[in-house]
């Protein structure tokens, strides 16, 4: 519930900051110069990235957790059998140990999510963000019927 609270006031102030930036652009192209037409052209392409990026997270982040809870449904969603140092963090021998069981099952049923929802948690749980999200992305187009890139 935590993270979802952050997640909400992270957006809502983008959102207010896109607004923002969107009317200094608006304004440089009210100005009527070249020069500031120009210039209020390239501020207005900031917003626009920043409004599809986070569209784009958000969504991924809302199929995700609707994996989570079908999963959960199932009763199919991993255990956190990791070990911890004292201070709460996750101890790196047992994330790798529990990341080549995960990558196991990966490997002997390649075509479903399930599998691949579970190896982007270990991935998760090792530290390796950007393979994490990859694996999770995999598992979206697998239980949304789509192709998968290789």
Same mark, same amino acid.
């Given at each position: 519930?935590?993270?979802?609270?952050?997640?909400?006031?992270?957006? /809502?102030?983008? &959102?207010?900051?896109?607004?923002?930036?969107?009317?200094?652009?608006?304004?440089?192209?009210?100005?009527?110069?070249?020069?500031?037409?120009?210039?209020?052209?390239?501020?207005?392409?900031?917003?626009?990235?920043?409004?599809?990026?986070?569209?784009?997270?958000?969504?991924?982040?809302?199929? !995700?957790?609707?994996? /989570?809870?079908?999963?959960?449904?199932?009763?199919?969603?991993?255990?956190?059998?990791?070990?911890?140092?004292?201070?709460?963090?996750?101890?790196?021998?047992?994330?790798?140990?529990?990341?080549?069981?995960?990558?196991?099952?990966?490997?002997? /049923?390649?075509?479903?999510?399930?599998?691949?929802?579970?190896?982007?948690?270990?991935?998760?749980?090792?530290?390796?963000?950007?393979?994490?999200?990859? !694996?999770?992305?995999?598992?979206?187009?697998?239980?949304?019927?789509?192709? &998968?890139?290789?």
């Amino acid at each position: 519930m935590r993270a979802k609270i952050t997640y909400a006031i992270t957006a /809502a102030v983008l &959102v207010v900051y896109f607004v923002l930036v969107g009317s200094r652009g608006v304004m440089l192209i009210e100005t009527g110069t070249p020069i500031t037409i120009a210039f209020g052209a390239a501020v207005l392409v900031l917003p626009v990235i920043g409004v599809w990026f986070l569209w784009k997270n958000t969504q991924f982040v809302r199929k !995700a957790n609707q994996l /989570a809870a079908e999963l959960d449904a199932e009763g199919g969603l991993p255990v956190d059998e990791l070990k911890r140092t004292p201070s709460g963090r996750i101890d790196r021998d047992s994330a790798d140990e529990v990341f080549a069981r995960r990558k196991a099952e990966t490997e002997d /049923a390649p075509d479903d999510w399930r599998t691949w929802f579970r190896l982007a948690i270990a991935y998760h749980d090792a530290r390796d963000t950007p393979r994490a999200r990859k !694996a999770m992305q995999r598992a979206i187009a697998l239980h949304e019927g789509r192709p &998968v890139q290789a």
